[in-house]
């Protein structure tokens, strides 16, 4: 399995954790496919002056569905029976990574979940400074990654959230997947709690 390193990857937190299900035969709803055929399809390019580690994160770049896997103590379960779109671009002129959640399912009259990353890379600091707002909630989060023994790790600064880590794998240009943690109390020892795996949606 190949983990982001800081050299370039081959062409995404979001930090919350939603329930996601296979969407292949989700067509994607008509209030959304204008908004977002555009950016994902065409997303720009890595601007000349950008760090180089920003392509940490261009694993991110495209349109995935999405689905959501639990750990069982022995392995992660099948995938949770609920949509959701995942879609990457490069804003700012393509000094920054944009990456947008659309929560497809409206199922138990429940309203749609809908956030924004931004992610940019401070070579000053060499880490990774992330911000993320969804709604409905509509509460600011503040994350840091970086590249931790060749794996690229991510966590929240405010609000604070102590124990709470999650890790990035790219299987290949197509998948990727999103693993969160929390940390025992005792020993200090992280357990995972959930996959949230990524397939590319071919655009048309």
């Known amino acids: 399995m190949h983990r982001p390193t800081p050299t370039p990857t081959p062409t995404v937190v979001a930090s919350v954790v939603l329930l996601g299900g296979g969407l292949a035969a989700t067509p994607l709803p008509a209030?959304?496919?204008d908004n977002t055929t555009t950016r994902a399809c065409e997303p720009g390019?890595?601007?000349?002056?950008?760090?180089l580690e920003t392509r940490q994160f261009d694993f991110l770049i495209g349109r995935?569905?999405?689905s959501l896997h639990a750990w069982t103590g022995d392995g992660w379960s099948p995938p949770r029976p609920v949509g959701a779109l995942w879609e990457g671009w490069y804003g700012l002129d393509g000094r920054v990574i944009v990456d947008e959640w659309f929560d497809l399912d409206t199922r138990n009259d429940r309203p749609p979940v809908r956030g924004v990353n931004v992610r940019i890379f401070d070579p000053n600091e060499e880490l990774w400074k992330m911000m993320w707002?969804?709604?409905p909630g509509y509460?600011?989060?503040d994350l840091r990654a970086e590249?931790?023994?060749?794996?690229?790790?991510m966590w929240q600064v405010y609000p604070d959230r102590p124990g709470w880590k999650a890790e990035f794998e790219v299987t290949d240009a197509d998948h990727w997947a999103r693993i969160a943690y929390v940390q025992e109390e005792e020993g200090g020892a992280w357990?995972?709690?959930f996959r949230l795996a990524a397939s590319r949606v071919p655009c048309d």
């Open 191 to 193: 357990t995972p709690q």
């Open 147 to 153: 590249v931790r023994d060749g794996v690229l790790t």
């Open 133 to 135: 707002i969804a709604e």
């Open 64 to 66: 995935y569905e999405m």
């Open 139 to 141: 509460q600011v989060q």
């Open 31 to 33: 209030q959304l496919a």
């Open 45 to 51: 390019a890595l601007h000349p002056d950008a760090p």
